[in-house]
């Protein structure tokens, strides 16, 4: 069956080139949904996945209900397995449990850290390759629900959602997951380097005011004195060294990708 990835994107340059050339080993096709960047985003999508959708996005800004909203429209006209990610984002797992049974897979997520910011990175490697430290999402629930789970799914998922399984947050987030054959690797707190930072303190150039009058977004309304202090005290402590876990994933997705 068919795999298709979505994502939606603004000034994305730094970190397009991990994401794409991860996902161009797993998924059939991509819908890249620009939010009107100005920067080399378009032109790296070009480069690494040539044969993939840009779509100018009809939203002028990131409002959590209209980009969800929009998401839904463009799933509504694909066929087969589809997942919605940010560029912050990596599937990684055992890939062979996408057979043609007809359901949704809720997604958990691995949320990485970077603990050590004098380790420079490199986007010639993989991501999981130069970044071994972060918490589970089997951790506690408190670490679960700062990056609620993701819905991989062959079956239409409408918002607001309705399933027996969980309830879908603006962001298209769920609140619970149903396998852990799967993950996301998060790496919205790593890389924190030069780029990192940049890439953090735009975003809320794009947060309308409606969606700041209730309360969404908020954690885009920053600034880098913040971003550190948050980093520094409430991420940080709570990261261990993940390595284990994170090659267990990854030699599945190897193997995988071989043959996929």
């Known amino acids: 069956?068919?795999?298709?990835?979505?994502?939606?994107?603004?000034?994305?340059?730094?970190?397009l080139p991990w994401f794409l050339n991860h996902?161009?080993?797993?998924?059939?096709?991509?819908?890249?949904i620009d939010y009107?960047?100005?920067?080399?985003?378009?032109?790296?999508?070009?480069?690494?996945?040539?044969?993939?959708?840009?779509?100018?996005?009809?939203?002028?800004?990131?409002?959590?209900?209209?980009?969800?909203?929009?998401?839904?429209?463009?799933?509504?006209?694909?066929?087969?397995?589809?997942?919605?990610?940010?560029?912050?984002?990596q599937l990684i797992g055992d890939y062979s449990i996408l057979d043609d049974?007809?359901?949704?897979?809720?997604v958990p997520s691995i949320f990485m850290v970077d603990c050590d910011r004098d380790k420079l990175v490199t986007q010639d490697l993989p991501l999981y390759e130069q970044k071994t430290d972060g918490f589970l999402f089997s951790d506690n629930q408190q670490n679960f629900l700062e990056r609620r789970s993701r819905s991989l799914h062959n079956v239409p998922v409408h918002y607001p959602a309705e399933s027996t399984q969980a309830c879908m947050a603006p962001g298209r987030h769920w609140n619970s997951y149903n396998t852990d054959k799967l993950v996301t690797f998060y790496y919205g707190w790593c890389p924190m380097d030069t780029g990192g930072f940049a890439r953090k303190l735009q975003i809320q150039t794009q947060i309308p005011l409606i969606d700041r009058q209730l309360n969404r977004g908020f954690h885009h309304i920053t600034n880098k004195e913040t971003l550190t202090y948050r980093l520094e005290n409430e991420f940080i402590p709570r990261a261990r060294n993940i390595s284990k876990e994170i090659e267990k994933y990854v030699n599945t997705h190897k193997n995988l990708s071989n043959i996929l």
């Open 36 to 89: 009107h960047s100005t920067d080399r985003s378009v032109e790296i999508i070009k480069e690494i996945c040539p044969t993939w959708d840009i779509v100018t996005s009809r939203n002028a800004d990131f409002q959590a209900d209209t980009i969800d909203t929009e998401v839904n429209d463009i799933e509504s006209q694909i066929d087969g397995w589809k997942i919605c990610l940010n560029v912050t984002e």
């Open 23 to 32: 996902h161009k080993q797993i998924f059939d096709h991509g819908v890249m």
């Open 101 to 106: 049974e007809l359901q949704q897979l809720l």
């Open 1 to 15: 069956m068919k795999k298709t990835l979505l994502c939606h994107f603004y000034n994305e340059e730094y970190m």
